[in-house]
């Protein structure tokens, strides 16, 4: 694509891209409010006592005794310089609280992300190659049964079958407390740590990896240019990486791009049941207490995220298939 | 004695797997032995659980379960109370109350340092009673207008006068009621926004580390506690465990070595009794007693009637819920008032399991079954709170079936709970209240028709019966004891009688902990105590 074009293109997506989040906010913040209770009823009901002066007194110091358009407007207002607004009920910034949790939800889906396209990819691979045999078979139950089974499921039975009865790995939290480690051992006491949850998560895309990766692989294997690679006299090998891996990858790119879009909001199952202190457990947390600062910043986020990888994968597209034109 | 190395398994690990597969020997008879009176033991890290995660540690500014149990660790208030609830001494070495029974003088100890280096005075407990409690916390706000004057004769001397006798008024000074804030650090600040809430400050053994949210609260021996010698604890980690199935594999592989409150459900509690290295222990809650019922809002028509509830009373086996839902844990009712707060009169009994007087009882109400044997259908919202509280709904359900009642089940989450109560918008629902050691301090609130207010734990059902307000009334403006027993004794049954609110039981929740720790249950608060003498053999 010309440079020019590719301004104009890159000028319009950000445009609508702008007006999608916004939208979203709206949106989000109206849905938020419609819920039942407020964060100083959910104060209040964990409190053990309660009056009628505390309510409206927290109320009052949420700003929630405001018309809806008003909160609206001094959210929005808010968003558009860059200010996410304070959490109430943890007296902190929306912008630090999250920072504080993104790392560590990054560094899992970020884990399993890159877990699942290497595994899934190779296993289609395979498959595909040997399609028709046993191996292919194997592969193919096998990631059927890893889609079928629900996330928490997997997650509790790996704990128990690694944790509990072959005491190999621990079966929660992200890193050995009450020891300070350093370098090398900080980083292999971090990856214990995180092998379970990573697997738990990526498994379920291994499986759609490999099964695009192995029906695309099929697909392309019986056009044209292949016959001629092989009567050219190519090696094998080289023919399934350059020729038919790369040609199959347009699926898997799709696959990915709206995968990383979840990166930020798809482990919450994961980050509950190994008490992993990432964003998605934030947003739950933030969701049952009523806390609307923070749940509102934490979907800016993550459709932020969206929109972009969107772009990103248009983009990736233009540049793996030049048949393909980003408009 | 530092917490399991999960890396291989321990000794103990292996011999609790042997003994689930019944092969081990018993050996912590003699361990057991050996723990009774041995002497303190310093050092060593306390693993424990925190769920939810609390939003802030400041006791005052937020008054939620699990802000309780961990900066009770860190605060501390004027006195402590036994399992009788008999006041024991803690930042308050003694105390007199005057002839006329309207003054309090409390001498306090004399080497008490804040966290930060700063003395502990009387000052400090003016302000936190008079300002800091007064206008943060409800329940302080209502118990502390009642003084008229607070005063300071000297730096370890504080009077407080009130305008009239109240007896339960020691029941307040105990650090989950009104903990003791420094006055240095918060007077004349907005309390709740102070940024010195996110490093907390008080007179308690174990001082405040780090918090890494969604992770863990780290909490440190504090060197310049008011008793030598102690904490023995080194640390205290406070591990945040969002799932209870995680929760209970980690008491159970030693990850943890204790959990407390609802961390461990109901039905998770047979199975911790069988394993060898872990306590069970259902006391320590005497000080809350926390009283769970079937919540019936008046306005609706036909709960109004006493004879529907007794009905509905008469239907339920409470023993079944007790044994059947919560394994042990707990007792039924028999009584408004807990059996563990004062003034509980022994004399006091629900109606019996006895669903063929439930059924006379709604046919003299006027209400017939219908073809389907249904009399009338009632909706009922299912408290959030846990697995347990689904289950005893459903039960419910089953058993007022049977005399002819639909119960229609709703579900809720926490926060559209609290709304709905609050509000009135509801039928029937289950609740469960603390009764803070003294009916006029926790059963009160509930039954007296001038505090039927919108917002949860008051009288959201609306009963009002003139009567019970009277003697509520008497029993709270007499300083006599056996005057106030008389009137508490004739509102139960009384209330009894009327049964506004069907109670169901006496909920305790497990605080379960590894053999090796001592002296963690010893006051009527159980888990809320500072920790300063509990230590790992």
Same mark, same amino acid.
């Given at each position: 694509?010309?440079g ?21 906010i ?81 560094l899992?889906t ?5 877990f ?89 895309y ?72 990432g ?14 600062q ?33 408009t | ?24 020997p ?9 723990a ?64 006329d ?10 080497n ?8 502990f ?23 502390f ?5 607070a005063?300071?004769?000297d730096p ?81 980690? =406070?591990?945040? /465990?969002?799932?209870?199935? #995680?929760?209970? *594999?980690?008491?159970?592989?030693? %990850? $943890? ?9 109901p039905?998770d ?47 339920i086996?409470?023993?079944?819920i ?11 009712a ?36 219908n ?13 959030? =709170?846990?697995? /347990?509280?689904?289950?005893? #709904?459903?039960? *419910?359900?089953?058993?007022?079936? %049977? $005399? ?9 989450d ?21 009764q ?51 009137a ?15 109670w ?17 249950i010893?006051l ?10 509990v230590?790992?053999?």
């Amino acid at each position: 694509m010309g440079g020019r074009k590719l301004a104009r293109f890159l000028a319009q997506r950000i445009v609508k891209m702008v007006l999608v989040v916004l939208a979203i906010i709206v949106v989000n913040f109206l849905l938020i409010h419609a819920a039942p209770g407020d964060p100083a009823s959910v104060i209040a009901g964990q409190s053990g006592a309660a009056d009628a002066k505390f309510i409206a007194q927290l109320r009052q110091q949420f700003g929630l005794d405001r018309p809806l358009y008003e909160q609206l407007w001094i959210y929005v207002s808010g968003v558009v310089t860059g200010d996410l607004g304070i959490s109430h009920r943890q007296q902190r910034t929306v912008a630090s609280l999250i920072l504080e949790r993104l790392p560590a939800t990054l560094l899992l889906t970020g884990a399993a992300f890159a877990f699942a396209i290497a595994s899934g990819v190779t296993l289609g691979a395979m498959a595909a190659r040997r399609v028709g045999t046993l191996t292919d078979s194997l592969i193919t139950v096998l990631a059927l049964g890893f889609y079928a089974t629900p996330i928490f499921w997997v997650g509790l039975m790996l704990v128990l079958v690694f944790s509990v009865w072959l005491n190999w790995l621990p079966s929660f939290g992200m890193a050995t407390i009450g020891v300070e480690l350093h370098g090398m051992a900080a980083l292999v006491d971090g990856a214990r740590y995180l092998i379970l949850p990573a697997l738990t998560l990526g498994l379920f895309y291994t499986a759609v990896y490999a099964r695009l990766t192995r029906a695309s692989m099929l697909e392309v294997a019986m056009l044209d240019f292949v016959k001629t690679a092989r009567a050219k006299g190519a090696p094998e090998g080289r023919i399934l990486r350059r020729h038919i891996l790369r040609n199959a990858l347009l699926s898997v790119v799709t696959f990915a791009g709206i995968q990383a879009g979840q990166l930020i909001g798809g482990s919450i199952l994961v980050e509950t049941v190994f008490a992993w202190p990432g964003i998605g457990r934030l947003a739950f947390d933030a969701l049952l207490a009523r806390d609307y600062q923070l749940l509102l910043g934490v979907f800016l986020c993550t459709s932020v995220l969206v929109v972009l990888f969107n772009l990103v994968t248009d983009l990736l597209y233009a540049w793996i298939d030049p048949r393909v034109e980003a408009t | 004695m530092t917490i399991f190395n999960h890396r291989q398994p321990s000794r103990r690990e292996v011999l609790a797997g042997l003994a689930a597969a019944g092969l081990a020997p018993n050996l912590l008879t003699l361990a057991e032995a050996a723990a009774q009176g041995i002497a303190p033991k310093r050092g060593g890290t306390l693993t424990t659980i925190l769920s939810p995660e609390p939003p802030i540690l400041v006791l005052g500014v937020n008054n939620q379960g699990p802000t309780l149990v961990c900066a009770s660790k860190i605060y501390q208030s004027l006195l402590k109370f036994s399992p009788k609830l008999e006041p024991l001494p803690q930042l308050a070495k003694s105390w007199t109350l005057s002839e006329d029974k309207r003054s309090y003088t409390f001498h306090l100890q004399d080497n008490d340092k804040w966290h930060d280096g700063k003395p502990f005075t009387a000052d400090d407990v003016i302000f936190s009673v008079m300002k800091f409690h007064m206008e943060l916390a409800p329940r302080a706000r209502g118990i502390f207008a009642k003084i008229k004057e607070a005063s300071a004769p000297d730096p370890l001397t504080v009077v407080f006068t009130l305008d009239a006798p109240f007896e339960p008024f020691l029941l307040m000074f105990e650090v989950t009621a009104a903990a003791m804030m420094p006055k240095h650090i918060y007077d004349g600040t907005d309390f709740r926004n102070n940024p010195a809430n996110q490093k907390p400050i008080g007179t308690g053994p174990f001082q405040f580390v780090e918090w890494q949210r969604g992770n863990f609260i780290r909490l440190a021996r504090f060197e310049g506690y008011w008793k030598p010698g102690q904490p023995y604890l080194d640390e205290i980690i =406070y591990r945040i /465990v969002p799932d209870s199935q #995680s929760r209970a *594999l980690a008491l159970q592989t030693g %990850q $943890v070595l204790l959990t407390q409150a609802s961390d461990i459900e109901p039905f998770d509690v047979p199975r911790f009794r069988e394993q060898a290295n872990l306590t069970v222990e259902t006391k320590g809650w005497e000080y809350f007693s926390p009283l769970s019922w079937i919540e019936t809002n008046h306005r609706v028509k036909p709960l109004d009637d006493k004879r529907v509830r007794q009905a509905i009373s008469h239907a339920i086996d409470r023993d079944f819920i007790v044994q059947r839902l919560w394994f042990g844990v707990g007792k039924p009712a028999t009584s408004p008032i807990a059996s563990t707060t004062r003034f509980y009169d022994p004399a006091s009994k629900l109606q019996a399991h006895d669903p063929r007087a439930a059924t006379q009882l709604l046919d003299a109400a006027g209400l017939k079954p219908n073809a389907q044997g249904v009399r009338f259908t009632v909706k009922h919202l299912v408290l959030p =709170y846990g697995e /347990v509280w689904s289950r005893l #709904s459903e039960y *419910l359900r089953t058993s007022l079936r %049977q $005399v002819g009642i639909e119960l229609v089940l709703e579900s809720t989450d926490a926060g559209a709970w609290a709304r709905r109560v609050g509000d009135w918008d509801y039928e029937t629902t289950i609740n469960f209240v603390y009764q803070y050691g003294d009916p006029t301090l926790g059963v009160e609130r509930t039954y007296v028709s001038t505090n039927i207010q919108k917002v949860t734990f008051t009288n959201t059902g609306g009963y009002a019966n003139p009567e019970i307000d009277k003697l509520f009334t008497a029993a709270r403006t007499t300083a006599d004891p056996t005057a106030r027993q008389a009137a508490f004794s004739a509102a139960q049954k009384l209330l009894i009688e009327d049964i506004p609110q069907i109670w169901l039981l006496e909920l305790a929740f497990p605080t379960i902990y590894d053999k090796r720790l001592q002296h963690v249950i010893e006051l009527g608060t159980g888990i809320h105590a500072c920790f300063d003498d509990v230590f790992l053999a």
